[in-house]
């Protein structure tokens, strides 16, 4: 319970009282006030979920997932969601020095006197905060030591179905895939069962009940005495494997922007979903191998959502792993703009990028095209399976630059495997030659105005081809970089972003570690990363750096995907022989198991 001059806060069998910030509670209030479409609902018998967001705000409500569950949940009758996020370092700096628990946005209530806490889990990095929300609401870290007045704690989202173990000592309950092909039944029996089954019953049930459920508690790790995972038991009354969910038909579940706020880091944009997945078989991306095979939209849907996202917001943006293979994207466009509305849009391939498309996104207002070549040679491209040639990126920004779009966003990649100093050099090089050819084909009349260099270090992601291979030694890493901004220093036309090296480190960590490293974040959760990674039980260089065999059982190989490892090792070998692999075809394909 909580009143209007404090919270109340569980400890043992008793209660001790909590100051809650009347500046926080403000600032909740003012962000509310600015949205629209906000679903606010009384409680009433209605069961409270908590859906909490680990990136701040802006952020969070830049992600049609997260926007997506938000309403699944609140239209269900029995319960009611709010949302909680990790709070912006102004606002953290306050709860810390007022000792007030993470509060919900739409009630301003503490976390703890929700039924639920329901994680949205998009990327690694996000696994550390979850432990730093469950301690500022006052709410035990381990699921071995919550009892009946605590909340469940469950989460979801594409980070928890690449890899959850990292998570599995903190979270009572994953639920594995799609939440729309399920979601809804997987709260409501948490709303039915708690309070009249055990905890430990609940979650059995849960999971022999519902498929796509993972209970870490359910299962048992063996390992070998070289520290690789010897095997992975299930409880008698657990799966074995747990078959991730998917939307049998996304016209059924058309997913756009809830909520609209000019804070969000799309401002008041209403996004639409143009599809799931992409076909094009990027060996390091794992969106392109779990959403398997790629699901588009179709145009008469992406159209009607259109339409009432106009009546919201004065531009649409269109989201999803591979927008430009939409086969109906230049409709789309001249649907938004017939409407007269403005145009946004993510990473486009160059090899789908056109004069036409670019006429029309520079009319929509589009001032950036982005193009991920991820590697500055053939070579490197070949074996990432890119499948763009230089000539395809160098028509793209010819014509992006014809049509007036000037700036350009360029993805790169270091570390990736059997690189050498010589493919880092090509980056520069491409770059200074896209700028040449634009210059070329304007005869001399046009540049590309500011060039973004988004340069990235390569971390091995589970589910893809490339889970076998090493992360690059930090240090050598950051040479790299410093290969690519010394080769680009004095273009005052481009401008190099770089990732730290160290925090990819951690990411390659918790991308493929196993319960150990669940060991290694609660260390760094009491004592700081780097203290943790040096002083640990554990050596985390054993995740991070080591090759692994082929007959490796991983730690998230009980995850049901459809997909055959072996398959992926045929084309991590592929990889390593330059080899590159057609796109994704369904209809006549069956070499990866999905269909």
Known sequence: MCC????????????????????????????????????????????????????????????LGFQAVYRLLNEQPGLVCERAFWPAPAEWEEYQRTHTSILSLESQRPLRDFGALAFSLAFEPDYPKVLQILEASGIPLLTAGRGLGDPLVVAGGVG?????????????????????????????????????????????????????????????????????????????????????????????????????????????????????????????????????????????????????????????????????????????????????????????????????????????????????????????????NKGLSEEHLVQAVIAASEAGISQVRLYFMVGVPTETLEDVREIPRLVKYLQHRVVKASQGKRRLGQITLSLSCFVPKPFTPLQWAAFLEVGELKRRQKVVGRELKGLKEVRVHTDLPKW??????????????????????????????RQGPLNPDFFVYRVRSREELFPWDFIDHGINKGYLWE?????????????????????????
């Open 571 to 595: 084309e991590y070998q592929k990889a390593l022989a330059g080899e590159e692999t057609p796109p994704c075809q369904p209809e006549v394909c069956r070499r990866c198991g999905v269909c």
């Open 160 to 384: 928890s179905f690449l890899n959850p173990e990292p998570l599995a000592p903190y979270v009572d309950a994953f639920y594995l895939g799609e939440v729309e092909e399920g979601g809804a039944a997987f709260f409501e029996f948490l709303a039915t069962a708690q309070g009249v089954k055990d905890r430990e019953g609940l979650l059995k049930d849960l999971a022999r009940s519902l498929p796509g459920v993972y209970v870490p508690s359910g299962y048992q790790p063996h390992y070998q005495k070289d520290g690789t995972l010897a095997g992975f038991e299930p409880k008698p009354g657990f799966p074995a494997r747990v078959k991730v969910r998917r939307a049998a038909d996304l016209a059924a579940c058309p997913t756009h922007s809830e909520v609209l706020t000019p804070r969000s880091e799309w401002g008041e944009m209403f996004l639409v979903e143009m599809g799931r997945g992409c076909g094009r078989g990027c060996r390091f991306c794992a969106a392109g191998f779990v959403y398997r095979p790629p699901r588009h939209q179709v145009r008469e849907d992406i159209c009607s959502q259109i339409e009432a996202g106009r009546r919201e917001s004065g531009r649409i943006g269109l989201v999803g792993a591979s927008v430009s293979d939409h086969p109906d994207l230049k409709e789309v466009c001249r649907k938004v703009l017939a409407s007269g509305g403005g145009l946004g849009i993510g990473s486009l391939r160059a090899d789908t990028v056109d004069a036409e498309l670019c006429r029309l996104l520079a009319q929509g207002g589009v001032r950036t095209i982005t193009l991920a070549p991820e590697a500055g040679s053939i070579r490197l491209r070949r074996l990432l």
């Open 4 to 63: 209007a001059s404090g919270q109340r806060v569980a400890v043992g069998c008793g209660f001790w009282w909590r100051p809650v910030s009347v500046k926080i509670k403000t600032g909740l209030k003012n962000l509310l006030e600015q949205e629209k479409g906000a679903w606010v609902r009384e409680w009433g018998a209605r069961w409270p979920v908590a859906l909490v967001f680990p990136q701040i705000y802006p952020v969070a409500m830049g992600n």
């Open 504 to 533: 990819a480190y951690t990411q390659a960590l918790l991308a493929r570690g196993d319960r150990g490293v669940g060991e290694i974040m609660l260390a760094a959760h009491k004592q700081g990363w780097w203290q943790a990674l």
